[in-house]
């Protein structure tokens, strides 16, 4: 006795069925590895040019307001109501609105000259400025450092200053009191 044969399919079917998704989704045979393929193809593409795309450790970087930057060198803007920033991807300085621009990172040297002054003056917001004390009256002090020149310090933006010669390096002492520290809870 024979059975009834079911779900009889022609030549013609079968060749329609092997270009059909399965019922998971995926295509079968070559043309599911030709679509993988193509997929990695994008993919590595996709992150070559998200690599180009990020700024480089070699030069400096100007950063924007929304969030944008761009890899290039600041050029002399004798307006000054702009930046001038020269990148390779322009063919010329672009100026880009003061208000515009976050911020300017450049690198920083590859060896961090050694401070050969006579004191140390740690001034207002965490700045250390090394120098001579060329003179002090009426509430200013004056410095000469060696790389700026002469500079006109407030009195009262001075927190202390020191002789720093064969003081070795600078030690981080942190904030004055426990006004500057934050206190956080203790992990269990």
């Not at 060896?111 to 090394?130: I, M, N, S, T, Y």
């Amino acid at each position: 006795m024979q059975f009834p044969q079911r779900n009889r399919r022609t030549p013609c079917a079968d060749r329609m069925m092997r270009r059909r998704p399965d019922l998971n989704g995926r295509y079968p045979g070559r043309f599911g590895a030709a679509l993988f393929v193509l997929f990695v193809i994008c993919l590595l593409q996709s992150s070559a040019a998200s690599a180009a795309d990020a700024p480089t450790s070699s030069g400096a970087v100007l950063h924007l307001a929304n969030d944008g930057f761009v890899a290039g060198e600041l050029r002399e803007n004798p307006a000054g109501s702009a930046i001038r920033w020269q990148s390779p991807a322009f063919a010329a300085p672009f100026e880009f609105p003061l208000g515009s621009v976050s911020a300017v990172h450049f690198p920083a040297p590859a060896k961090l000259p050694r401070p050969d002054a006579e004191w140390c003056f740690e001034l207002e917001q965490g700045v250390v400025l090394f120098g001579s004390l060329v003179s002090w009256n009426s509430g200013e002090l004056v410095v000469d450092a060696a790389r700026i020149g002469r500079i006109h310090v407030r009195e009262s933006s001075v927190h202390r200053f020191y002789r720093s010669r064969d003081s070795g390096d600078v030690v981080f002492l942190g904030p004055s009191g426990l006004a500057g520290w934050e206190i956080s809870p203790a992990r269990g």
